[in-house]
């Protein structure tokens, strides 16, 4: 329930910056499959699962690509817009230094857990 809420209340936050139609669509898709895989690679960090760096380093890549395009849609002047655009603008510098952080999973965890704060930070924000 919470999860949907925070759904929810991003895509409120996200409906009130102009963005392409398509990128609006897809948002929401994409935003569902980033909360699948950040499961799978909390479950590979935690011992659950068995751990692959490359898994998790592909993922992480994914999600630098996808925050670069949905930076790059968002054109809005408002101070929401800036701010949910640099928001997603350290989301990917934080995944993109994630991948380079080396395949050890302790360095994994410590980016992959920045990158989780990012997306903590932003959904408890514009949550509403």
């Avoid at 329930?1 to 897809?26: D, E, F, N, Y």
């Avoid at 998790?56 to 949905?70: H, N, P, S």
Wanted: hydrophobic share 40%; charged share 25%.
């Amino acid at each position: 329930m919470r999860i949907a809420l925070i759904c929810l209340g991003l895509g409120v936050a996200l409906a009130t910056i102009p963005l392409p139609s398509s990128a609006s669509i897809s948002l929401r898709g994409m935003m569902h499959d980033w909360r699948r895989q950040t499961r799978t690679a909390g479950d590979m960090l935690r011992g659950r699962a068995a751990f692959d760096a490359g898994a998790i380093r592909a993922m992480l890549t994914r999600f630098a690509d996808d925050a670069g395009q949905i930076a790059g849609a968002i054109n809005g002047k408002t101070s929401d817009a800036r701010d949910i655009k640099q928001r997603f603008l350290a989301f990917q510098a934080d995944a993109r230094n994630a991948i380079n952080s080396g395949s050890e999973p302790r360095a994994l965890q410590s980016g992959f857990t920045k990158v989780m704060s990012n997306c903590r930070s932003c959904h408890d924000l514009y949550k509403d």
